[in-house]
C-alpha cells in the first residue's frame, strides 16, 4: 500500500498491489476457461529490485505445474532491465527496449488460441505512456509460437522464484478483448 498507478489505466491507484520479493509463495486467480479465441491479461508492473525470470504465467484452471505465457524480467545494461516473454519452458524472447527500475509499466500479455494443435500464438504490449484506444499492430514482443503444447488459458498466477527480486503487480485485468481489458472504464456493482 499504497498500489501502482498508471495514467488513463482503469485500475490505477485502486487498493494495494501485490509484492513479489521472496521465494516459495506463489499465487493464482481462477477464471471461465477459454478454448477459443483471444485472452488479454493487463496488469500494471514495477521492478524495484532485478532478479533474472518469470514473475507471471498463464494456467490452466487447475494450476498444478503447467504455467505458459511466462512474463520475465531479463538483463539488460545495469541498472536497466528488459523484459521477456516465453510461450512454455524455452528462453525467453526479449524486448530490444530497456526499461527503467522503479517506473510503473502497463503490460498487457495477449494468448490467441488458433485452431489445431502447438500453433497457439504469445505476444506482449509494454507502456511507458499513452494508452492507445486500439491494439497496435504491432506489439513490443510481436506475436510468435514454438511448438510448445498448447493449453486452454483458466487462470493467471504469480510467481516469487527469488529473494533478491522486489516487483510490483497490481490491477490485473483478464478478458477476451483489448477493449475489456485495457481501455473499458471500471464498474463498481453496490453488494450490499
Do not use: C
Request: glycine share 10%.
Amino acid at each position: 500500500v499504497p498500489g501502482l498507478s498508471f495514467t488513463g489505466y482503469a485500475l490505477s491507484g485502486i487498493g494495494g498491489a501485490a509484492v513479489l520479493d521472496n521465494t516459495g509463495e506463489d499465487v493464482n486467480k481462477t477464471f471461465t476457461s477459454q478454448s477459443s479465441g483471444t485472452v488479454y491479461v493487463a496488469f500494471m508492473v514495477k521492478i524495484d529490485a532485478f532478479s533474472a525470470g518469470y514473475f507471471l504465467h498463464l494456467g490452466q484452471t487447475t494450476m498444478g505445474t503447467t504455467y505458459f505465457a511466462r512474463v520475465f524480467m531479463a538483463t539488460g545494461t545495469d541498472p536497466t532491465f528488459k523484459f521477456g516473454l516465453a510461450k512454455s519452458t524455452e528462453a525467453a524472447v526479449t524486448t530490444s527496449t530497456e526499461y527503467t527500475l522503479g517506473a510503473t509499466y502497463l503490460a498487457v500479455l495477449k494468448y490467441n488460441i488458433i485452431d489445431g494443435a502447438s500453433n497457439d500464438e504469445v505476444s506482449l504490449y509494454i507502456f511507458d505512456g499513452a494508452i492507445p484506444a486500439t491494439e497496435p499492430t504491432t506489439a513490443t514482443i510481436p506475436a510468435f509460437t514454438t511448438t510448445a503444447t498448447d493449453y486452454s488459458p483458466g487462470s493467471v498466477g504469480m510467481r516469487q522464484f527469488n529473494a533478491g527480486q522486489n516487483v510490483q503487480v497490481d490491477g490485473i485485468r483478464i478478458a477476451t478483448s483489448w477493449a475489456e481489458a485495457v481501455t473499458a472504464e471500471f464498474s463498481t456493482v453496490d453488494n450490499t
